[in-house]
């Protein structure tokens, strides 16, 4: 099975889970997409790699006329389909496909959103140039995932733990990452902001279904940390533990 069709399979098992969990469906980020669209009058938006769809429904509070829920899965693309029309959120229209080839046009789109989704891509520069290529002149690409510390120690905690909790993981990329990436794909320097995001073990390895054998060596992993990987990550007695998630906005330089 390639990464493509593992990331599918593991998301479209579990896309339910993803349209409820707090960690994806609540957030002051979503508040400030929402306030982002409106303030830069974003009419056509692509949120990508959009999961369960919640950047698409904050994109339409915030007045896009357009929006493109992109994903892997079909099975997610259901769930944002039917959550749309309960909404009433009638701009909201679904695609499938990866986000290393994006089906649109140059120049198609005003605002390019992906949230906590771009840790799975198999080809994360491919995907920041397609992003460049479909935004218009002056268009505007905003990150929000999951930020690996610069820290080698602490970012090899985080990937490991990643990849045994979701075997779709690819990796969390470090800030400075993200800034070299943009930068080579002609985006202009990236503001960002980033905030501590807590997880409880439990609904952590749940909303995936992580295998009972991978929950296990995930509670040895968590229990045998270095003390200051466990000071880091704020592990609690439970497991739970707490990362750094961040906002990146770059644009497009204007013609």
């Known amino acids: 099975m390639d990464q493509h069709t593992l990331t599918s399979t593991l ?8 349209l409820t969990s707090n960690v994806h469906a609540t957030g002051a980020d979503l508040e400030r997409l929402t306030a982002c669209v409106r303030a830069n009058r974003a009419a056509k938006v692509l949120d990508l790699g959009c999961g369960a769809g919640h950047a698409s429904y904050a994109a339409a509070r915030g007045g896009a006329a357009s929006i493109v829920a992109y994903d892997l899965s079909t099975q997610m693309l259901e769930v944002v389909a039917t959550e749309a029309g309960r909404r009433e959120h009638a701009a909201i229209i679904t695609q499938a496909g990866p986000a290393e080839r994006l089906p649109f046009d140059d120049a198609s789109f005003d605002l390019v959103v992906t949230r906590y989704s771009a840790h799975h891509w198999r080809d994360v520069r491919g995907a920041i140039l397609e992003t460049a290529r479909v935004l218009r002149p002056g268009g505007i690409f905003v990150v929000i995932d999951v930020l690996a510390p610069e820290n080698p120690l602490f970012d090899t905690v985080l990937q490991s733990v990643e990849i045994v909790r979701d075997a779709s993981h690819v990796r969390d990329y470090r800030e400075s990452e993200w800034r070299e990436m943009l930068g080579a794909a002609g985006f202009t320097q990236p503001a960002s902001d980033r905030w501590k995001l807590p997880m409880e073990f439990t609904g952590w390895v749940a909303r995936i ?14 229990d045998e940390l270095p003390t200051e990987a466990r000071d880091y990550f704020a592990v609690m007695p439970d497991r739970s533990f707490a990362i750094d998630s961040g906002w990146i906005e770059a644009r497009r330089p204007a013609v």
Do not use: C, D, Q, W
């Not at 998301?11 to 993803?18: C, D, I, P, R, T």
């Not at 279904?209 to 968590?222: C, D, H, I, K, Q």
């Open 11 to 18: 998301f479209g098992a579990n896309a339910a889970a993803y």
């Open 209 to 222: 279904g992580t295998s009972r054998p991978r929950v296990a060596a995930l509670e040895v992993m968590f």
